[in-house]
T-cell receptor, first 114, second 119 residues
Framework: AQSVTQPDIHITVSEGASLELRCNYSYGATPYLFWYVQSPGQGLQLLLKYFSGDTLVQGIKGFEAEFKRSQSSFNLRKPSVHWSDAAEYFCAVLSGGGADGLTFGKGTHLIIQP | KAGVTQTPRYLIKTRGQQVTLSCSPISGHRSVSWYQQTPGQGLQFLFEYFSETQRNKGNFPGRFSGRQFSNSRSEMNVSTLELGDSALYLC??????????????????FGPGTRLTVL
């Protein structure tokens, strides 16, 4: 079965600094990978996705992620964070058949320091 | 285009009761999935419905059930509520494969969730 690991439970970044959130997945075939963001009391908003092709994908709100098959990673990056980026970030994987739905990591709580 | 809507947004029940949650997908989406989010277990897949049929199911007891109507709206039901069922229940909708715009297959859009508290 597939699994997702987000090693960092909390990350604190100064406003204007760069950001990288780590995600490692376990899945036998080429996965469908996603990053979602959740603000307090809200549902999940899709930031970006990787299905195939170019391994560097661009998303909304200035986020990007790079798929590295050799490292089983799909790290999320942003060159300069804004206070409004403070939220919970989830990495997720979907098997090709979707039989197990989305499998999520435990999430990374992003704190922005002024 | 309107997003995924879920009703009610908040619900308080007592142990032993049952509850029904509702989800209306984005127009054109025919697949609806349900997830449970708790602080301890995180986000877990409950089940998926497509064309009024349960297509996939996660590892939850039979007290958790669902259905989908011909207009793609979905409901989930939890019977004999337990304290541990307190959670945020999220619904997500997506296109079926053959109807999905290029690159959108399996892209799930989430509603705001229903916060269930069991006392």
């Amino acid at each position: 079965a597939q699994s997702v690991t987000q090693p960092d439970i909390h990350i604190t970044v100064s406003e204007g600094a760069s950001l990288e959130l780590r995600c490692n997945y376990s899945y036998g075939a080429t996965p469908y990978l996603f990053w979602y963001v959740q603000s307090p009391g809200q549902g999940l908003q899709l930031l970006l996705k990787y299905f195939s092709g170019d391994t560097l994908v661009q998303g909304i709100k200035g986020f990007e992620a790079e798929f590295k098959r050799s490292q089983s990673s799909f790290n999320l990056r942003k060159p300069s964070v804004h206070w409004s980026d403070a939220a919970e970030y989830f990495c997720a994987v979907l098997s090709g058949g979707g039989a197990d739905g989305l499998t999520f990591g435990k999430g990374t709580h992003l704190i922005i320091q002024p | 285009k309107a997003g995924v809507t879920q009703t009610p947004r908040y619900l308080i029940k007592t142990r032993g009761q049952q509850v029904t949650l509702s989800c209306s997908p984005i127009s054109g989406h025919r697949s609806v999935s349900w997830y449970q989010q708790t602080p301890g277990q995180g986000l877990q897949f409950l089940f998926e419905y497509f064309s009024e049929t349960q297509r996939n199911k996660g590892n939850f007891p039979g007290r958790f059930s669902g259905r989908q109507f011909s207009n793609s709206r979905s409901e989930m039901n939890v019977s004999t509520l337990e304290l541990g069922d307190s959670a945020l229940y999220l619904c997500a909708s997506s296109y079926p494969r053959r109807l999905a715009p290029k690159g959108s297959y399996n892209e799930q859009f989430f509603g705001p969730g229903t916060r269930l508290t069991v006392l």
